[in-house]
């Protein structure tokens, strides 16, 4: 991935970039701002209660859906039968 320019950066062409220590320490400061909300961010993403939480929440409302609620109870309804079936023979 290639990103373009720094907006708060000088461009050169080449040559040195003259900066103050003031300059070169806020710079600093916003990166490891930056740098510790993506931290912060990744770190809640990431959190495995978080994850089967989240889980568990699409599953049960998959499960919720007319369409696959009844069609799970047909299926086990047609195992029920074919047991029952296979007993008795």
């Known amino acids: 991935m290639t990103r373009g320019p ?3 950066r000088p461009r050169t062409t080449g040559g040195a970039v003259a900066r103050d220590a003031e300059t ?3 710079e600093i400061e ?4 930056a740098l510790a909300v993506a ?12 994850v089967v939480e989240q ?3 699409t599953l049960m409302s998959t499960l919720a859906e007319p369409k696959v609620k009844y069609s799970l ?4 309804a047609l195992l029920a ?3 029952i079936r296979r007993l008795f023979r």
């Open 55 to 57: 889980g568990r929440q």
């Open 39 to 50: 931290v912060d961010e990744l770190t809640t993403r990431a959190n495995p209660k978080r």
């Open 6 to 8: 720094h907006p708060e």
């Open 73 to 76: 109870i047909a299926v086990g």
């Open 81 to 83: 039968l074919l047991v």
């Open 24 to 26: 070169i320490q806020a």
């Open 30 to 33: 916003r990166a490891r701002d």
